[in-house]
Nanobody, 115 residues
């Protein structure tokens, strides 16, 4: 059974950092396209970052490029999103998604950037 469990969200001040984790089970993260999405209140879902299967080419939304880094630890079967220089507009629920190509979603973790 495929399962994705996100963690690491919380409240952080502007300019701060957080690392989100997405622990996977039922498949290997290196065999799937792994994606972080976010959805702010009242807004549409936004694709934040992607890490491809295999060698792990990455890509980012323009809004987070240079501030966020997606990575994976194959031994831990976990995908990470390191977020730095956080802004209030980064406030959202962050979701991990796996495309195998069947699509699976985690439950989401809240990130709030506020002073």
């Amino acid at each position: 059974q495929v399962q994705l469990v996100e963690s690491g969200g919380g409240l952080v001040q502007p300019g701060g950092s957080l690392r989100l984790s997405c622990a996977a089970s039922g498949f290997t993260v290196s065999s799937a396209l792994m994606i972080w999405h976010r959805q702010a209140a009242g807004k549409e879902s936004e694709l934040v970052a992607i890490i491809a299967r295999g060698i792990g080419i990455t890509n980012y939304a323009d809004s987070v490029k240079g501030r966020f880094t997606i990575s994976r630890d194959n031994a831990k079967n976990t995908v990470y999103l390191q977020m730095s220089s956080l802004k209030p507009e980064d406030t959202a629920v962050y979701y991990c998604k796996a495309s195998k190509p069947d699509t699976y979603w985690g439950q989401g973790t809240q990130v709030t950037v506020s002073s």
